[in-house]
């Protein structure tokens, strides 16, 4: 059975700092790109970092400059260094695994962390 369980989120102030961790189950990190998606209140799931297996990095524009996305592969876990964080931050964190197969591409998904922005 896959799991993707995280940790590390919060309340933190404007201009404050997390670090959201994700431990995958090793037969299915290895192969993955993983991801980082975040979910804001009353709006749709965005992409917020990738790294792939070789560790090609992917961020969206609006957290460029300010989150950190790592993996390391002896511990299974990919990580979210957060810095300057901003109320438009608020939100659900999900950790995601992404693979394609043989026969067609599949998506794992951690239960998710909230992170609250605010003063």
């Known amino acids: 059975q896959v799991q993707l369980v995280e940790s590390g989120g919060g309340l933190v102030q404007p201009g404050g700092s997390l670090r959201l961790s994700c431990v995958v189950s090793?037969?299915?990190?290895?192969?993955?790109?993983m991801n980082w998606y975040r979910q804001p209140p009353g709006k749709e799931r965005e992409l917020v970092a990738g790294i792939t297996t070789v560790g090609i990095l992917n961020y969206a524009d609006s957290v460029k400059g300010r989150f950190t996305i790592s993996r390391d592969n002896a511990k299974n876990t990919v990580s979210l260094q957060m810095n300057s964080l901003k109320p438009e931050d608020t939100a659900v964190y999900y950790c995601?695994?992404?693979?394609?197969?043989?026969?067609?591409?599949?998506?794992?998904w951690g239960q998710g962390t909230q992170v609250t922005v605010s003063s």
């Open positions: 090793e037969t299915i990190f290895s192969i993955s790109t």
């Open positions: 995601n695994a992404h693979h394609v197969f043989p026969w067609g591409p599949r998506d794992y």
